[in-house]
């Protein structure tokens, strides 16, 4: 029976429905004034992407602690040498934000201070113009290098925070089934963040909690599908996964 297979009808429903939450969510912004400035739009959906990557972290964490106690020992075994690749996914997340306080503590001079450099290059060559002039070329150096990794690693983490979303945190290379099941956990929470925090835009209640509402809906009814799918098409199951 296959472990793993490749579905291009699931792949394509799934890449269909976040192209029209995306069209969805622009024309709802295009449509609708902002209620507040953009700038607090800009940060509440930073907030929502950390939120996001926070709950599908956990989430992920205990579906694969779930997948691995409720297996048998010769799954269990199959799954622990799959965790690379979550694993490897919060890696790279989490070298994003490290990386933006590293840049940020060099910028601001606390890492590394002109007497440290000065006294380093000064066992080297001796005190002297030479060391003074070897610790003003080593702070302009690591200060733009400093910078650069500051500008890089923004959109890096950006953009690894949402693949991290996407693919659940690669929970697939642990078991198809996953990805699946942690969705709708992710859209769910996400719609009582925003209950909780308001709404961006100043629509009508009718249009605002349709909008609102449609996304876990859907995302939520594709899980289920994909899960039946898997069923009845590949003969995925739970069950089998488990090795029950």
Known sequence: MAERVEDTLISRMQLAR?????VAAVWLIVAYPLSGGGQDFLVGKLVELGFSCG????????????????????????F????????????????????????????RGDLVESGDL??????????????????????????LAALALLLASIPYTLLLCYYCVFTCFQASEVHQLLPALLSPLLVWSLFAFQLFNGPDVAAPPEVLYTFMLGGPLSVTALSVWEVRRLRIRHGITLRQALGH
């Not at 976040?18 to 995306?22: A, H, V, W």
């Not at 956990?58 to 579906?63: L, T």
């Not at 000065?118 to 302009?140: D, E, N, V, Y």
């Open 18 to 22: 976040t192209i029209l939450g995306i």
């Open 55 to 78: 709950i599908l972290a956990v989430g992920s964490i205990i579906g694969i602690t779930a997948f691995l106690v409720a297996s048998t020992p010769d799954r269990r075994r199959d």
């Open 80 to 107: 622990a040498e799959r965790l690379r690749g979550p694993i490897m996914a919060a890696v790279l997340l989490v070298a994003g934000p490290a990386a933006m306080w590293v840049a940020w503590q060099t910028l």
């Open 118 to 143: 000065k006294g380093f290059f000064s066992a080297i060559t001796g005190p002297g113009f030479i060391s003074s002039a070897l610790s003003i070329l080593a702070l302009i150096v690591g200060w």
